[in-house]
Every structure is written in C-alpha cells, then in structure tokens.
C-alpha cells in the first residue's frame, strides 16, 4: 500500500495514476478523499498511515512538514519516504522546504527526496495560468535561462523511488532536457496556445503584479530577495536525472506546450 498526500496536486494526481497503472495499491489521502488528511487536523494523519508501506508526502505551498508526521509514519511501519521538494531551496532562502527535507532525513524510514525544478504546467494548471490568460507573465529573473520540467517526468522519478530499490538516501534534482528564458518559454507558450504571451523579467513588474493580486508588501519583497537570488545563480543546467531514473528521457517543453490543450 502507497500513501499519496496531496492526490490532487499538479504531481500528486500524475504520481497516483502512474501507481495504478503499474498495478501499485495505491491510498489517496487529502481532505477531501474517502481516506481524510488534513494536515491542521493531527487526528487524521494516524489512520491515513496505518497499513501503508510507502508514503509520497508533499505539502500545500506554504504549510509546512510537521516531522511528528514522519516520525507517525516510521512507527506505523512505512517504510519508504518520497519527499516533492524544490531545486535552490537553499539559494532561494526557501526555509520551509529545507525543514521538510531534514524532518525526512531524520525521520526513521528510507528517504528520498525529489528536488524539482520549475514545473511546465505552472503555464497552465499553476500559479501562472492567470498571467498567461492576462498576456503578461511578470517574473523578477531577466534572461536567465531555467530548466524547466514536465510534471508527469517529476511523477516518474517518484514512483521509480516508491517502487523500487536503490534510490534511499538520494537527493534526485529534476530538470527538462534544455534551458529556456521565459522569454524563450512564453514565446513557446503564445505559439502553441495561439494568444499573446510576453514576459517582463523586472522587479516593478512583478511588484506590480503581484499587488494587483493584493499579495502583501512583506511577501512581495521576501519574492522579490529569492528571485534575485535565484537570478544571480546563473542559467540552469539540464542534468540526466530523469533519463537515468527512469529509463526515458524527458519531455522537451515545446512538446508540453503543444500536447497542454489550451
């Protein structure tokens, strides 16, 4: 049995599909499935644990990874954790995902943690499907390139760790085969989805977008720290990791934005 917390996320639901097809009984957990987590609600994470052997734990953006968890689901008898986590965590101030990582690593089961880096259906399931229906895409990074990654491949590599051996005690950072700008990325997004879709990569934009959203002054500034962050990284390096954990090479993003159904 294989616990999935967050069955309904951009990877959750794409990690229990994949699960059932391999044959995997497979629980999802939220609080709105039959089998209830809530992650304010402590009551509940015992029940969703017992019996399962294997976990993919991952929380909502900005609720963090309680270790009593873990640590519950070490003593239940799972076995196995996969933790969704985020490339430059550590560059990106992102303390949040950096305390889930160490409550994994301390956790009393077999760890792996899947850093990941910008998700391809950000464009169109995710945080930025507003901007792109908008027109404008408003991210605070200029040119510098990302290798960003299709969701389905970011589910590959974690079923590849639920289901199989020799991947415990690894930390699998997860791109796309190439770098873009998204510049470059929303250039490949207008031409599939056949509307307007341009990037501004500066801060005033981004500060204004965001305060159009009425998100905080405070948080808008601590955004603006991390990208800068980020930013100053350089361009992002493909790596094999997909290929190498699964077997497969990923999916280029032209052929994300062409098969996203926009």
Wanted: glycine letters at 10%; aromatic letters at 8%; one cysteine or more.
């Amino acid at each position: 049995m294989i616990l999935v917390l967050g069955p309904g996320g951009t990877v959750g639901r794409r990690v229990v599909a994949r699960l059932r097809a391999t044959g995997s009984e497979v629980r999802p957990a939220s609080r709105s499935a039959p089998s209830r987590f809530d992650w304010s609600a402590p009551a509940t994470w015992e029940p969703a644990v017992t019996g399962a052997s294997a976990m993919f734990l991952m929380a909502p953006d900005g609720v963090p990874v309680d270790p009593e968890l873990v640590a519950l689901a070490a003593r239940s008898g799972v076995r196995r954790v996969v933790l969704l986590s985020s490339r430059s965590i550590d560059v990106m101030g992102d303390d949040r995902l950096l305390a889930a990582e160490r409550a994994v690593r301390d956790g009393g089961t077999e760890w792996t943690v899947v850093r990941a880096d910008w998700f391809d259906q950000n464009f169109d399931e995710g945080f930025l499907r507003p901007a792109v229906a908008a027109g404008t895409v408003a991210i605070p990074v200029g040119g510098v390139r990302q290798t960003f990654v299709d969701a389905g491949d970011i589910a590959a590599v974690a079923v590849a760790a639920l289901t199989g051996d020799g991947h415990a005690g690894a930390t699998y950072e997860v791109t796309g085969p190439e770098a873009l700008s998204f510049g470059e990325a929303c250039a490949i997004v207008a031409t599939a989805s056949g509307r307007e879709v341009r990037f501004d990569g500066t801060e005033g934009a981004y500060r204004a977008a965001m305060s159009s959203f009425g998100v905080p002054a405070d948080q808008i500034a601590r955004d603006v720290a991390a990208f800068a962050a980020l930013a100053a990284q350089g361009d992002s390096v493909p790596l094999d990791t997909v290929e190498r954990v699964t077997g497969r090479p990923p999916k280029r993003f032209a052929d994300y934005a062409a098969d996203a159904g926009w």
